[in-house]
């Protein structure tokens, strides 16, 4: 058996108002392509794992990789050779933990590449927030799945809220963060539409799960100088492009990245 965690914990909180639609009224809208590259060629995908004692060795190389592809920030490096990938997924899927891939988590849904990860952490550290010691303050996610990039927010961040819809994906998370004694990580069974009011405002949101609609309480909960980073469609049915939203004090700056695939965010808890 697995020990229960330790680290604060909500279940099922009840709202009694739907979440609103937004259309942004956009101040600034800025198009970019700048995803990260590959600039040179992966090592031998082939190479034999070794996981379990060798961990550490085949973590070092998925971040030597995402270095290569231009991730400089050195807080979500990192973060992403502290966290141990493998512990999130299936025994099944382990020796996949550490190739530049996308893993089913159960439920239907999936855990993102560790590029596409590490890309989204970085936009988030990248906004005018002031970071205290390095760390931004508080960081409310969307879609929690496994747990494995609430773990990787909550070594660059103070404090981490997490909402996940599916109860099945929220008891994995729990497990996962709880085996590893994360006391700055709090993980709620909720509809992340709603945002999570008690805790706002929060200096940076970031949503693991996205569609046409962006809840207006995601921009009512961020603080000023906080930045939203989620995947997002213009279109009813369209594809996924990767929004930053920075909360100014004079208003709201948006920009349009590069196109991302991620799984629905929907609403209710399941
Ligand atoms: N960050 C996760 C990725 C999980 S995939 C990880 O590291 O594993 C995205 C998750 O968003 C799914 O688990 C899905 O159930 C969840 N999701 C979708 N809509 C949601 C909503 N309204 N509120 C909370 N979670 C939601």
Not at 138 to 147: A, D, F, H, S
Not at 161 to 190: D, F, M, P, V, W
Not at 202 to 229: C, H, K, M, Y
Request: aromatic share 4%; hydrophobic share 40%.
């Amino acid at each position: 058996m697995k020990k229960r965690p330790s680290f604060p914990i909500r279940l099922d909180r009840e709202h009694d108002k739907a979440p609103v639609d937004t259309l942004l009224s956009a101040t600034k809208v800025v198009k970019h392509n700048h995803p990260l590259q590959p600039k040179a060629k992966a090592s031998n995908p082939n190479t034999p794992l070794g996981l379990g004692l060798d961990s550490q060795k085949v973590r070092q190389k998925m971040v030597d990789k995402l270095e290569l592809q231009g991730l400089e920030d050195e807080w979500v490096l990192r973060a992403m050779s502290t966290i141990e990938r493998h512990r999130f997924v299936d025994t099944a899927l382990v020796n996949q933990a550490y190739e530049d891939t996308s893993l089913p988590i159960g439920f239907g849904q999936t855990i993102s590449k560790p590029n596409v990860v590490a890309r989204m952490l970085a936009l988030l550290r990248g906004g005018r927030n002031l970071l205290i010691n390095g760390k931004i303050g508080k960081v409310l996610e969307i879609g929690t799945g496994c747990g494995y990039q609430a773990a990787l927010l909550g070594e660059i961040a103070k404090e981490v809220y997490s909402i996940e819809r599916i109860k099945g994906l929220h008891e994995k998370a729990l497990e996962h963060l709880g085996s590893l004694g994360t006391q700055n990580i709090h993980l709620l069974l909720a509809d992340g539409m709603l945002g999570h009011p008690e805790a706002a405002p929060f200096n940076g949101i970031i949503s693991a799960a996205g569609g046409e609609t962006l809840p207006q309480v995601w921009i009512d909960q961020l603080a000023v100088g906080g930045r939203l980073v989620a995947p997002w469609a213009q279109i009813k049915g369209g594809s996924q492009s990767l929004l930053v939203i920075d909360k100014t004090p004079t208003g709201i700056e948006r920009q349009i990245l590069e196109p991302v695939h991620f799984v629905p965010l929907k609403s209710g808890i399941a």
